[in-house]
């Protein structure tokens, strides 16, 4: 028995960190979230170059499609491989056949030159008509500056805002920052700390497993009146398994929590990425509904269709060799675990 599904969406995700998996421990145990950016995430961006940057892409889309998911919605940070570093993971996600939305994460965390060139890359990207989006950090490691410099751009060049609200404690002042500036075509990822009543426009990006991981919360976002949406923040992009975590952290705190909430999340990824709607996948499992899917392991695509080209055929990918991405892969992340 089969059932048929649009494109899954991952709404947040950060491709650069897919060959994290395995990496050194850091230099001290992080104890608090910026503890664990500053010793691990911080870390391993600084020390990415294009070519790990290429294969780190085509290996998080090939897993994505595996999953079933079609479209990644992806933040990038790589502050010492900044120029062209956005074309490089469009041009990995395309040749794998999954559909990408980037954006480079802007940040005064190396100073006014290191934001400036990451809005040049930004513009760079977008001006040359490629899908994305204009990336933000998190206010709380951005000047007032370069928050209004990435929002006008932004605006410039008629596309939304990628950026990271109140994920953890150090981001509490976000909302009071950047709540002129925001638009209905933000995306504003985590907002675990963000209180209920606020003024921020756009959409909520939830990443339950990521905040689990960090320990940051829970963001609990059936509370905000926002749409909401889902993402991994990085930690894969299988989005049947971020919909069973969603709603499990939601009846947690809410007996009277169904399955159809964490799925109505799900389904909001069709609205920031409407062409995901035309995907086609089906699945090893019927039906694909919220109260089946919740609570049945091992759901598995079978066939995937996107823009019309069979990119999953028999649950094998059709343009790209699954096993050479994995082992140039293996490779790169072998590099980039000497640099850390």
Not at 166 to 189: F, Q, V
Not at 245 to 267: C, H, I, K
Request: net charge negative; aromatic share 6%.
């Amino acid at each position: 028995m089969t059932a048929t599904t649009p494109g899954m969406v991952c709404a947040h995700h950060h491709l650069y960190s897919t060959l994290a998996r395995g990496m050194p421990a850091p230099p001290e145990t992080p104890t608090t979230f910026r503890g664990i950016l500053e010793q691990i995430w911080w870390r391993l961006d600084a020390a990415l170059d294009l070519e790990m940057i290429e294969w780190s892409a085509k290996l998080g889309a090939l897993e994505a499609l595996e999953q079933g998911t079609t479209t990644i919605i992806d933040h990038h940070e790589s502050p010492n491989a900044i120029e062209g570093s956005l074309s490089v993971i469009a041009d990995a996600c395309a040749e794998v056949g999954v559909r990408v939305i980037t954006a480079y994460g802007v940040t005064d965390r190396h100073g006014a030159e290191g934001a400036r060139r990451g809005i040049d890359e930004n513009r760079r990207f977008l001006s040359e008509g490629r899908r994305g989006l204009v990336g933000i950090h998190a206010a709380f490691t951005c000047s007032d500056e370069t928050l209004e410099a990435a929002a006008a751009l932004a605006n410039e060049l008629g596309v939304g805002v990628h950026i990271h609200v109140c994920e953890g404690p150090e981001d509490a002042g976000a909302p009071e920052r950047i709540e002129n500036l925001t638009r209905d075509n933000w995306l504003l990822a985590h907002c675990v700390h963000l209180p209920t009543e606020h003024d921020l426009r756009g959409t909520i990006l939830h990443n339950p497993m990521s905040n689990l991981n960090n320990s940051v919360g829970y963001a609990d976002p059936a509370r905000f009146e926002n749409p909401v949406a889902l993402g991994t923040d990085g930690i894969g992009a299988d989005m049947i398994e971020t919909f069973r975590v969603a709603y499990v952290m939601n009846r947690s705190v809410d007996v009277t929590a169904t399955p159809d909430a964490a799925w109505s999340w799900l389904e909001r990824g069709w609205d920031l990425v409407p062409e995901a709607r035309n995907d086609t996948v089906t699945w090893s499992y019927e039906p694909m509904e919220p109260w089946y899917v919740a609570f049945t392991p091992g759901i598995k695509p079978l066939e995937i269709v996107i823009d019309d080209v069979q990119v999953l055929e028999d649950g094998e990918p059709t343009l790209v060799d699954a096993f050479e991405i994995r082992a140039k892969a293996a490779e790169q992340a072998v590099r980039l675990h000497a640099r850390l």
